[in-house]
């Protein structure tokens, strides 16, 4: 149960990394909107890769030593792609792949949509889900490399003028309060 297996350290190492970099290069391949949302077919596609490539990482090692090496592997693979990438941005935004921008001063880019694989009901889905109610109230949207959407609204937000009132009320309570200061040390 432990430490029972027909397959080398050195194998049980290799096999993640190897499908490691099979998966990032896949995912990078089918493009961000894998990361950016999964619909009810991503999901499945997601869970049954992950079934899939089981098998691949740990072969027929059904040890606890076993999948705990190829889980080790699979984490030390990830960190120094991640540290590397880190001191090579060239490289990262290479390999990250550009942001495409979906939504530009109010106008939907179908084309930029339709190499994302984004639906124009997606697309208000993301909008409603970052409080927009209308395509009218979004100036910019951009899909990120990885997967993100960043909305910029045309308008102000009503939190975000509220705020702004709020804190000019307080400026000038504040400066009142100087005032009625200064008058109390005149006496």
């Not at 080398?8 to 990361?35: D, T």
């Not at 027929?60 to 990438?85: E, K």
């Not at 939907?108 to 694989?117: F, M, N, P, R």
């Amino acid at each position: 149960m432990w430490w029972l297996s027909e397959i080398s350290l050195a194998e049980k190492i290799l096999r993640p990394v190897i499908v490691y970099v099979f998966l990032v290069i896949g995912l990078r391949v089918f493009g961000k909107r894998e990361l950016a949302q999964l619909n009810p077919f991503d999901f499945v596609v997601l869970i049954s890769l992950s079934n899939t490539v089981q098998n691949s990482i740990i072969g027929n090692d059904n040890s606890v030593a076993g999948g705990l090496v190829g889980a080790l592997a699979l984490l030390m693979a990830n960190y120094l792609v991640v540290r590397f990438l880190f001191g090579h941005r060239r490289l990262d935004q290479m390999i990250q792949g550009e942001p495409t921008v979906l939504i530009e001063n109010g106008r939907i880019i179908h084309d930029a949509l339709a190499k994302e694989l984004v639906t124009e009901s997606e697309l208000m889905t993301i909008l409603h889900r970052q409080s927009f109610t209308s395509l009218d109230e979004v100036d910019r949207c951009v899909l990120e490399p990885g997967g993100t959407f960043s909305v910029e609204g045309k308008n102000p937000r009503q939190a975000d003028f509220n705020h702004k009132e709020i804190i000019a009320k307080l400026d000038q309570l504040s400066r009142q309060i100087d005032d009625l200061k200064d008058q109390v040390r005149q006496f």
